[in-house]
């Protein structure tokens, strides 16, 4: 059983959430409330495994509440819920550590996948916030060590994790083993300097976009 905490100012929408939510057999939604005070006192009072968290909460965002979860050593996961964020936001929120983003506009089903895999320890990104992020100007944010030259292979690997694929969908579409997809991401940890694809994924946007997400001769790249 996965318990959840869920904190959205929206009233309507969070009440339509839990109970799509408490309809799943493995899903427990301990809490919810619309202030990132009240997320802080429930998760006092009740430790839970996964936080779904509007990032705009009306005056506050959801960034106070991923510092909070830094500070205090809180292991449970989060998955921010959007309506569209900007790339600024997006790479904050990564650096604070959540384990995917979701739009409010995707389908129940992607939601309950999402959170799937994050519960299992892997990530979910919607492809179309990280598009956004890649694609803004980087001239500012780039870092003075230059990115290392990913093969063409690497590179179709990490542009399927942007996508939020398995490894087993990436094996599928580069019709390969989960073995050598894997071999490949470690690959990829070393050359990013990380550890989790969490790691990588910030890394890839806020270091090395313009390098290794721009490649014309990649069939994957979008």
Request: proline fraction near 4%; hydrophobic fraction near 40%; charged fraction near 25%.
């Amino acid at each position: 059983m996965t318990s959840i905490l869920l904190v959205d100012d929206h009233t309507l929408l969070r009440e339509g959430l839990v109970r799509l939510l408490e309809a799943e057999p493995t899903l427990h939604v301990v809490g919810h409330c619309s202030t990132v005070s009240e997320a802080r006192q429930l998760l006092e009072a009740t430790p839970v495994h996964l936080i779904l968290l509007d990032y705009d909460l009306g005056p506050e965002t959801g960034d106070a509440l991923l510092q909070s979860l830094r500070e205090t050593g809180n292991p449970a996961r989060v998955i921010i819920l959007t309506a569209g964020m900007l790339p600024s936001a997006t790479l904050n929120a990564i650096q604070n550590g959540v384990a995917g983003v979701i739009l409010k506009q995707s389908g129940t089903r992607q939601l309950l996948e999402a959170i799937a895999r994050v519960t299992r320890g892997e990530t979910w990104w919607s492809s179309d916030i990280l598009r956004s992020a890649t694609n803004r100007d980087t001239t500012r944010t780039q870092s003075a060590e230059p990115a290392r030259e990913l093969t063409q292979r690497q590179h179709r690997v990490l542009r399927g994790i942007l996508d939020g694929l398995s490894n087993k969908e990436i094996a599928t579409q580069l019709d390969s083993s989960e073995t050598s997809i894997k071999a490949s991401i470690q690959e990829l940890f070393t050359k990013a300097g990380v550890r989790t694809r969490g790691q990588l994924v910030r890394v890839t946007l806020e270091r090395f976009s313009s390098t290794w997400l721009r490649s014309p001769n990649d069939p994957i790249a979008r």
